[in-house]
């Protein structure tokens, strides 16, 4: 099993004057697949998005493989190292096309890039969504673009990638694509740190965390 720790230690983040995560300490082995539950707007996503340094205002340290991120060379390194599917999809002014969108990211890196992007491209036909990648993201359905970037994170894998953290990955999909990705995702050879509400998902999941109002306790 692959896959690379990952450390949190008293990670506070604010939105505004919001303690949207409020003193985290977890600890996740390599290769470890872990479910984050709880209610809506307790900081579940926050918590994820600092992880990949995209929530500016967080305090704390957050080491992935060991490492912490300071400088903007530390924190390609971090997103090369951790695949990511979001929530809530961006699809810009300007969409990407579906293929373009399995290419991007600046995740996919190193000698294998070419190689990982058909991997994302093969991915892409298992998942069903191989007669979209020719169309401009704005113009999928909810499901297809999830599909597509979990197509994407697996082209990420495939790259090099020993982290996924995926936010909500299943929420947008049919039954049939629920059980797909929840098999998809728990055979992945990576530390899996997952935000779900479903259940099916998180009883794959090796631990069951729930956040609340900021704070994080464990399930199972
Ligand atoms: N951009 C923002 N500006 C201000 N407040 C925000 C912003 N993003 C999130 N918040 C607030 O931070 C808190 C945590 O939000 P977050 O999205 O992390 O919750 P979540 O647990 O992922 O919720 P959900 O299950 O509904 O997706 C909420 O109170 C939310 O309203």
Redesign the pocket.
Known sequence: MGGLDVGLRQVVCR??R?R?VDGVDLEIAAGERVALT??????????LRAVLGLHRHSAGTIRVGGREAGSSAEWAWRRRACAWIP?KPATGRFPLLGRELLASGGRLGGADRGAAVREAVEAAGRLGVAEVLDRPLDTLSGGQLQRMYLARALGCVAAGAQVLLA??PTAALDFAGQEDAARVLAELPVTLLI?T?DRALAERCDRVLE?AAGRLREVR
């Not at 709880?38 to 918590?47: A, F, Q, R, V």
């Open positions: 939105h505004g919001v949207a709880g209610t809506n707007g307790s900081g579940k996503s926050t918590l929530q936010d909500e935000v509400h956040m």
